[in-house]
């Protein structure tokens, strides 16, 4: 997952995630990769839309 400049630090995504993979940081929260299962539950809540699957990220750059 990735948390991009949209992110205002709402907190909502770090209330969902099921696995603790999402950590308060200053700006945006912080991913713990090896944590996260995909679940997609903090892409869904993310009331800005700021949150990536990294797949996606990859497949956006490999088109560029
Ligand atoms: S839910 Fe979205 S806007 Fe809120 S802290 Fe998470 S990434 Fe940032
Ligand atoms: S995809 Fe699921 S496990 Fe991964 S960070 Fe988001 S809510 Fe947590």
Redesign the pocket.
């Known amino acids: 997952?990735t948390v991009d400049a949209r992110c205002t630090a709402c907190g909502a995504?770090l209330a969902?995630?099921?696995?603790g993979?999402?950590l308060p940081a200053p700006r945006r929260p912080l991913?713990v990769e090896a944590r996260?299962?995909?679940?997609?539950?903090?892409?869904e809540i993310c009331p800005r839309g700021a949150i990536t699957p990294v797949l996606v990220v990859a497949a956006a750059e490999a088109a560029r």
């Not at 969902?16 to 696995?19: G, L, S």
């Not at 996260?36 to 892409?43: G, K």
């Open positions: 997952m995504c969902t995630c099921p696995t993979a999402l991913v996260c299962t995909a679940c997609l539950e903090c892409v």
